[in-house]
């Protein structure tokens, strides 16, 4: 089971506990990452902060406060099933031209690869940050979400024509 790191909701939230003190993956990523133990093996292909907020409509000034926390960490705990794999896994572990597949903890197969310009690319998106480490944890970035079909429709706007 994930432990949710304590946060203080409200106006004067205090990120710092929830997130560390790395800029660097976003409020999110941050978020996201603290749910894993550093001490195993855990390879996370973490949206970036943009594709949280394209893909998943999570804004950190509007999903972080009042009632609106726990449904973010939901969200996010979501994803981390889907994009985490239990394993270190390296970008140089990785061929050019060769595919690999591995589940995630939730059971959705990712598909891992480099395309022709070496780039490391899974379940057809490509990564913008490769390699960071996290005590044992290996984080690499990505433009985009996995997330099975379901959990997509889930996150989907509605659009019923009232915009």
């Known amino acids: 089971m994930f432990k949710v790191p304590d946060i203080v909701t409200g106006n004067n939230m205090n990120l ?19 749910m894993l133990p550093e001490d195993l093996a ?23 406060v009042g009632g609106k926390t726990s449904d973010t960490y939901a969200v996010i705990s979501r994803v981390l099933g889907f994009s985490t794999v239990p394993r270190a896994l390296d970008s140089s572990m990785v061929l050019a ?3 690999v597949s591995y589940d995630s903890l939730s059971g959705l197969e990712l598909f891992v690869s480099k395309d022709v310009g070496g780039v490391l690319v899974v379940n057809g998106v490509k990564l913008e940050r490769v390699d960071i480490r996290r005590g044992k944890l290996v984080v690499h970035v990505i433009d985009g979400v996995i997330m099975d079909a379901e959990f997509e429709q889930s996150v989907q706007p509605d659009f019923d024509g009232d915009e």
């Open 42 to 64: 855990f390879t996370v292909f973490l949206p970036s902060e943009t594709a949280f907020e394209r893909d998943l409509r999570l804004n950190k000034s509007t999903s972080l």
């Open 16 to 34: 710092l506990k929830a997130s560390g003190n790395d800029n660097s993956i976003g409020t999110f990523g941050n978020i996201m990452i603290n």
């Open 97 to 99: 031209g060769k595919e």
